[in-house]
């Protein structure tokens, strides 16, 4: 296993750009606790009449499953439910939604981003089921799906508010030295945590400039990518090795031996245990 160069970015010190959590929300008269990141609040079961304030206006209206509410970083909301209710909420760093404004050329988010309430979008709605169904799996995707997820829901988030479509691609993508360096850069921590604002500081762009580069360079996402990279090398020790599938799939970066098995059948139309026996 390759070392880890000294020079690489200090994972440590990245906080999530995306986390979810599953929250009850009581009946009667609700403040919203102030959040150093920007909260969408999915609701989740049956309708529930409300009443919501943010600053000095005042609406009502009926929470329905999958619809979401906005309240920005620093920020608080003020509800009054009929009945308790259940949201999902996904917490997204406010300095991701910086990036992706700077790359849509919207300028400083704040001046977009708005409470509101009863927001319906299906893309929004799939983002966070997508991470709901991560965490209740205990995050098999690691780090770097979960900050593919929070670039797409900044993005989204601003288009919503803004109705500005990201600028349109030019063509360009990443340059063939730096595609190496961030090549190389996997190989050597494939079996680490990767994220995304790591692998985009390697390649020396924003998150939000580096994703779209990347995928033009590769012909797929960075996730998917780092995917079939730990998929070709837990091929490699499954033949070349007596290791077993667990300490394989932990080697090669998978949350588990039931997770890589899972991604190779999807990526091989085969099981570790198949391939080893051949």
């Keep these: 296993m390759p070392s880890r160069p000294a020079c690489y970015p200090d994972r440590a010190a990245q906080l999530p750009l995306l986390d979810v959590l599953t929250s009850p929300v009581p009946e009667g008269l609700f403040p919203s606790p102030v959040d150093g990141r920007h909260v969408l609040c999915l609701h989740l079961g049956a309708p529930v009449p409300v009443t919501w304030r943010a600053e000095r206006a005042e609406q009502h209206g009926v929470r329905l499953h999958g619809r979401f509410c906005v309240v920005p970083a620093g920020s608080s909301t003020r509800w009054t439910l009929s009945a308790p209710a259940t949201s999902l909420l996904l917490r997204l760093a406010p300095a991701l939604l910086d990036d992706a ?17 009863h927001v319906q979008d299906a893309q929004v709605e799939r983002i966070g089921w997508i991470m709901r169904a991560e965490e209740q799996d205990g995050h098999p995707g690691g780090s770097l799906f979960a900050d593919s997820l929070a670039a797409a829901l900044a993005a989204r988030l601003l288009h919503l508010q803004s109705r500005r479509e990201p600028e349109p691609a030019t063509g360009n993508a990443l340059p063939a030295w730096r ?11 494939l079996d680490q945590d990767l994220r995304l604002a790591e692998l985009a500081a390697v ?25 079939e990279r730990r998929v070709q090398r837990a091929h490699a020790l499954l033949a070349e090795t007596t290791s077993s599938i667990t300490a394989i799939a932990l080697e090669t970066g998978f949350a588990h031996a039931s997770h890589m098995a899972r991604c190779m059948r999807r990526l091989l139309g085969v099981a570790p245990a198949q391939l080893r026996r051949r």
């Design 101 to 117: 404004a700077e790359a849509m050329g919207l300028g400083a988010h704040r001046d977009v981003l708005a409470p509101s309430i």
């Design 179 to 189: 595609l190496r360096q961030v090549i190389d850069y996997i190989d050597a921590c």
């Design 203 to 227: 390649a020396g762009y924003s998150v939000s400039h580096f994703k779209p580069l990347f995928r033009r360079a590769v012909g797929m996402p960075v996730h998917r990518f780092v995917l």
